[in-house]
């Protein structure tokens, strides 16, 4: 049997790939827990200071196998609050406390679960051909994997709403013009973009990285006041981290930094 999800160790990342092509790289029970498999090997794994998320074949992915959602011969209906506990709710929650950047290089369609996947990554790159579809609607259920979360605070909630009501595809260069996403870059182009972006973040200052990310998920449902103390004290221990002397002395030296991307002792 294929496997679920393909892992590239790279020097300092990793490229997680959602790898079943013929389903368009809808989710079933299997390629979950070999995805939360992956992203475990990622966060124990110090030398990891990056995470590329991205699909096998012609789309990212097309959310949930409706195939694992048939209704049982006793006429019982699936129990769809459960598979959001047990599987979406923590994958989204794990990528937005990874403390290293996640990008995801969105190939082709991200539709349902998987667009809202893509969009808990922390930068998203798309190819030109690739759209973005809320696919619930036509199915009568609620975007989920964190649709209503982060679709208003990026787009806005008239956009959200007509994203979310209407469920019609949004193209790559739209979705970048409405702030949905980084970048749509050229198809052919998608992957060795996607990876040197990723590198080049494998080489940065990580803790930091992770400072940054705490301080901007916080930012959405803080007050002024409160986000002005969590930055004291978020940067009181960015200031004590090695990488901060290094970028320092670096500068000072007019030299590129070298920098590790661990914590304060």
Not at 158 to 172: F, H, I, V
Request: proline letters at 5%.
């Amino acid at each position: 049997m294929a496997e679920t999800i393909l892992v590239d160790k790279k020097p300092g990342y990793r490229i997680i790939t959602l790898n079943r092509p013929d389903r368009l790289n809808a989710f079933n029970e299997e390629m979950h827990a070999a995805l939360k498999a992956a992203i475990d090997h990622v966060e124990t794994d110090e030398t990891c200071r990056a995470l590329l998320l991205t699909g096998a074949g012609r789309g990212f992915c097309a959310g949930q196998d409706l195939s694992d959602r048939v209704q049982a011969s006793d006429g019982s209906k699936p129990d769809l609050g459960d598979t959001l506990g047990r599987l979406y709710n923590p994958l989204i929650r794990r990528l937005h406390a990874l403390p290293v950047p996640v990008v995801c290089a969105v190939n082709g369609v991200a539709a349902g679960a998987g667009a809202n996947i893509a969009l808990a990554c922390d930068i998203v790159l798309a190819g030109a051909s690739a759209k973005f579809i809320q696919a619930f609607a036509r199915l009568g259920l609620v975007p989920d994997a964190g649709g209503t979360y982060a679709l208003p605070r990026l787009v806005g909630p008239a956009r959200a709403r007509g994203l979310a009501l209407l469920a019609e595809p949004l193209g790559a260069a739209k979705a970048e013009e409405w702030g949905l996403i980084w970048k749509c870059v050229a198809d052919a182009d998608l992957m060795s973009e996607a990876e040197t972006l990723t590198a080049r973040l494998a080489t940065q200052p990580t803790f930091g990285f992770s400072q940054i990310k705490q301080a901007l998920d916080a930012s959405l449902d803080n007050t002024l006041d409160e986000q002005l103390d969590l930055e004291r004290d978020l940067q009181r221990r960015a200031g004590r981290s090695d990488d901060y002397a290094e970028g320092v002395a670096a500068f000072m030296e007019k030299r590129d930094p070298v920098f590790t991307g661990k914590p304060p002792e």
